[in-house]
Nanobody
Framework: QVQLVESGGGMVQAGASLRLSCAASGRTVSGYAMGWFRQAPGKEREFVARISRSGGTTDYSDSMKGRITISRDNAKSTVFLQMSNLKPEDTAAYFC?????????????????WGQGTQVSVSS
């Protein structure tokens, strides 16, 4: 199994940038495709981004595309989500997730392992 711990969240003003990190332990993250999801209060968990095991393939949600970049450092067992030009509607808890599938889909059900999340709050 792999354990995931997110960090890097915080309270920022609209237009700011944040870089979220997801550190993996237990097993090397290179064996997993990885995803980022977010969940706002009262809403369902939604897909943000995903990256293949090698990092060669990425995919982004339409709502954040152009403002985010997912990357990974397999040597450090860490996955990143760089976010820029943040908006108040980006306020949510952000979760990283790991999947044993070669290329998981955008559904949270495609991911077996989850971190506990890091809160991102964006004020106008």
């Amino acid at each position: 199994q792999v354990q995931l711990v997110e960090s890097g969240g915080g309270m920022v003003q609209a237009g700011a940038s944040l870089r979220l990190s997801c550190a993996a332990s237990g097993r090397t993250v290179s064996g997993y495709a990885m995803g980022w999801f977010r969940q706002a209060p009262g809403k369902e968990r939604e897909f943000v981004a995903r990256i293949s095991r090698s990092g060669g393939t990425t995919d982004y949600s339409d709502s954040m595309k152009g403002r985010i970049t997912i990357s990974r450092d397999n040597a450090k067992s860490t996955v990143f989500l760089q976010m820029s030009n943040l908006k108040p509607e980006d306020t949510a808890a952000y979760f990283c997730a790991a999947s044993t599938r070669g290329w998981p889909g955008r559904s949270p059900n495609d991911y077996e392992y989850w971190g506990q999340g890091t809160q991102v709050s964006v004020s106008s």
